[in-house]
């Protein structure tokens, strides 16, 4: 790294201090030189980021990932509450400090604001369901119930109903916690700092932002712990709410932490191992996130060691492989039922390692064994004593039994192999890095080389009469040339636009049926019960008949909308990456192709003995390297309407497939008028370039600075040889 900074910075001195900048541009953006400054700056960046370890925690609410978590870095202490609701369960970050602090991020306004929209949403449909359940239970009061019983009734089944839909309740839920919170969202900043001395101050104050009762709970986006804990040097734990968040801001930033994360734990309760909440969490994972591991830990692992056809003869490796054969078996099965669903490369990566398990409880209960408080943790200690009486029947083995099934040590195990490896991808990248720009720096220097031994050569072989005779020529033709460059610079650039234009809408037009397909296969239907009132075929009296309650199952239509809502992110943003890499990637050939074209124009038009083509070659590559062409970026922001997440039904199904059409529809207009500003951009950039004038306005400068430099021959070979001198002592 030092001898790379220190070539930059030799060759950078020499160049200015000879008066080369101008005409070395060209060459050096071809190379990407940079300044010395910048080249430290992009070094120091390459190194910062890329130190971090980044582990991200995957998880239904209620899997134990809190305690995971407390076991892991905190050694058992409950530092971390553990969230009752998906809507408490705040995004967690842990990162390395020499202090302990904590940095809350709250709900914006605009979050806010969406929450009170739809809880309003939710009022309506509550309503809605409240009067028709109501009307039903009055027509049907035979048991003489009070008008104030049968509002209870009826409000009940409403709240009951709408809970089924999980993201819109979650909105409700998180709002009316809100209002009863008494707290003015206009008194709160966007950021609070708290700092703390310890581990048990920073549980106290952490209760109030992330607790289940918390004063500001219902305002919490996330947290950032920066804690002095060794085990988090060099890493950053990555701690995300739960599946299908409904504050989509707060879901949004999870998916972008995950897909920089080096390695992912799902954790998974070994009682409910791997469901369909488990998996609708993994489609956030693909080979673009590139995430070099994945582990799957089935926590609450002791509760599975009660079983009388695990307990066998109470021998407790025995038990746990018990526990963990048909686990590891269940995970295979899963996902090769689902691999049609992955790519062979994230297939492989979810079935690689064999599923770990931990019991956050245990870890507990080795810190607390002579005091245990925790209702929870005394009867899980009451369990494995009853079970298993020769490991658990005193303290020392207890305690040694005990951290074989926290499992804690395994599983820092894989964070060090991980560690290791993320080192030397780090040494990798460095060097690779380091490699590139000193080859490149070794070209730079080679091709200044290359020009300073043309002047000698030039000036050995030229003398005063026959350059004053050339600038005659330049000028006698100079009209020709300045038309000529232009017409085959415009040239070019028609051909560049028309060739940018067919690919661009070639690969574009094959992404858009990827969002139909991803539409099919989120469609599904699920079979529910519900309840009607008939008549039972006896009468009561005049005119009046006996009903009865019947269940009966019905088929109703449903929608993933996460999944579909992550394809069409896919697909806008694999839009994005065509429109700007196929761009990007045809100006990077059109400049190559560029002054081949205007070299064989002008030799053409103007004539081989009029003008120097070793002299074309570098005004031109000085003058391709100073053209301003666009920049390319796209909104990869999908509408709002395609904001959720979850299984839809009714009418949020409907709605969510109807904004999908329309979005399809309007992103292929969107498209196809961006590939047509793009070219119009393009074109009009390259019309205006006037390269003919530029070019030679050039030439003509070095022809006139060859001159300069022949009328004291001697001196300036002099100084061109000392600078051949300096860049042979340069150390490549």
């Known amino acids: ?26 060459i050096e953006k071809e190379h990407g030189i940079r300044p010395s400054a910048e080249l430290k700056e992009a070094l120091d960046e390459k190194m910062e980021p890329e130190r971090d370890l980044k582990i991200g925690i995957l998880g239904r609410v209620k899997a134990g990932k809190s305690s995971l978590l407390n076991a892991l870095v905190f050694k058992g202490q409950n530092v971390l509450p553990k969230a009752a609701t998906p809507m408490t369960a705040a995004l967690t970050i842990l990162e390395y400090s020499d202090k302990f602090e904590a940095n809350i991020e709250y709900y914006t306004k605009d979050d806010i604001d969406l929450m009170r929209k739809k809880h309003d949403k939710c009022l309506e449909e509550i309503q809605k369901s409240y009067e028709a359940q109501l009307d039903k239970l009055k027509q049907n009061n035979k048991t003489g119930k009070s008008d104030s019983e049968l509002q209870a009734l009826a409000d009940k ?41 310890n581990y048990e101050e920073l549980s106290d104050k952490l209760k109030e932002y992330v607790g289940s009762s918390g004063e500001y709970t219902p305002f919490t986006k996330s947290i950032t712990l920066k804690l002095n804990e060794e085990m988090l040097k060099d890493v950053k734990i990555i701690d995300t709410p739960g599946v299908n968040d409904p504050i989509v801001s707060r879901e949004n930033r999870t998916k972008e932490l995950i897909a920089k994360c080096d390695v992912v734990f799902l954790v998974s309760p070994a009682g409910q191992f791997l469901n369909d909440v488990d998996l609708e969490l993994l489609s956030n994972v693909n080979e673009k996130n590139g995430i070099k591991e994945f582990h799957i830990v089935a926590s609450q692992f002791d509760l599975q060691l009660s079983a009388p056809e695990v307990i066998g003869n109470g021998v407790l490796d025995e038990a746990i492989q018990r526990v963990l054969t048909p686990l590891s078996r269940q995970q295979k099965n899963v996902f090769e039922n689902k691999k049609s669903s992955y790519n062979d490369k994230i297939y492989e990566q979810l079935t690689r390692f064999n599923v770990l398990y931990s019991s956050g409880i245990s870890t507990e209960i080795i810190n607390n064994y002579d005091n245990l408080q925790d209702e929870n943790a005394t009867h899980a200690l009451g369990l494995l004593q ?65 020009i300073i031994n043309k002047k000698i050569e030039v000036l050995n072989s030229t003398d005063i009469e026959e350059l004053k005779a050339q600038i005659e020529k330049i000028k006698s033709v100079k009209s020709k040339v300045v038309i000529n460059a232009n017409a085959a610079f415009e040239d070019s650039g028609a051909e560049l636009s028309s060739k940018l234009k067919e690919k661009l809408n070639t690969q574009i037009k094959a992404l858009f049926g990827s969002i139909s397909s991803a539409s099919e296969n989120a469609k599904g239907s699920e079979t529910v019960t519900k309840t009607k009132r008939v008549e039972d075929g006896r ?32 697909a806008v943003i694999e839009i994005s990456n065509i429109l700007g890499d196929v761009y990007s990637d045809n100006i990077r050939m059109w400049k190559k ?51 959720k997440s979850g299984k839809l039904v009714g009418y949020e199904r409907d ?13 292929r207009s969107r498209t196809n008028a961006d590939i047509k500003a793009i070219c119009a951009t393009l074109d009009k950039a390259i019309s205006n370039a006037n390269i003919g004038d530029k070019f030679i306005n050039s030439y003509e400068e070095k022809i006139e600075q060859l001159a300069k430099d022949a009328q004291d021959k001697e001196s300036s070979l002099a100084r061109y040889r000392s600078i051949l001198d300096q860049l042979n002592q340069i150390e490549g």
């Open 593 to 643: 192709t560029i002054l081949k074209d205007l070299l064989t124009s002008l030799q053409e038009s103007v004539g081989d003995e009029a003008l120097d083509a070793d002299m074309i070659k570098q005004s031109v590559r000085n003058i391709i390297a100073n053209i301003s062409l666009p920049e390319f970026s796209y909104d990869t922001t999908l509408p709002a309407a395609l904001q």
């Open 386 to 450: 009853k079970h298993y009486p020769d490991y658990f029947s005193n303290k020392e083995t207890a305690i040694s039994n005990l951290k074989k099934l926290s499992n804690i040590d395994e599983i820092l195990k894989v964070l060090e192999n991980v560690r290791k490896e993320k080192d030397e991808i780090i040494k990798g990248i460095m060097d690779d890095f380091i490699f590139s720009k000193k080859s490149a720096l070794n070209q730079y220097k080679n091709e200044i080389a290359a």
């Open 655 to 667: 709605e969510f497939l109807n904004a999908l059409e329309s979005f399809q529809s309007e992103l």
């Open 1 to 26: 790294m030092e001898n790379l900074l220190k070539m930059s910075q030799t060759l950078e001195n020499l160049v200015q201090e000879n008066d080369l900048v101008g005409e070395l541009q060209g």
């Open 157 to 197: 089944f409403a709240k009951n109903q709408l809970t089924k839909d999980i993201s819109l309740y979650a909105y409700y839920e998180q709002y009316e916690q809100i209002k009863k919170s008494n707290i003015d969202i206009n008194t709160l900043s966007e950021n609070e700092n708290i700092v703390c001395s």
């Open 539 to 570: 009468v009561l009296g005049f005119l009046w008949k006996k009903y009865k309650d019947v269940n009966h199952q019905v088929s109703i239509d449903t929608l993933n909308a996460s999944s579909l809502r992550t394809a069409a992110q896919d």
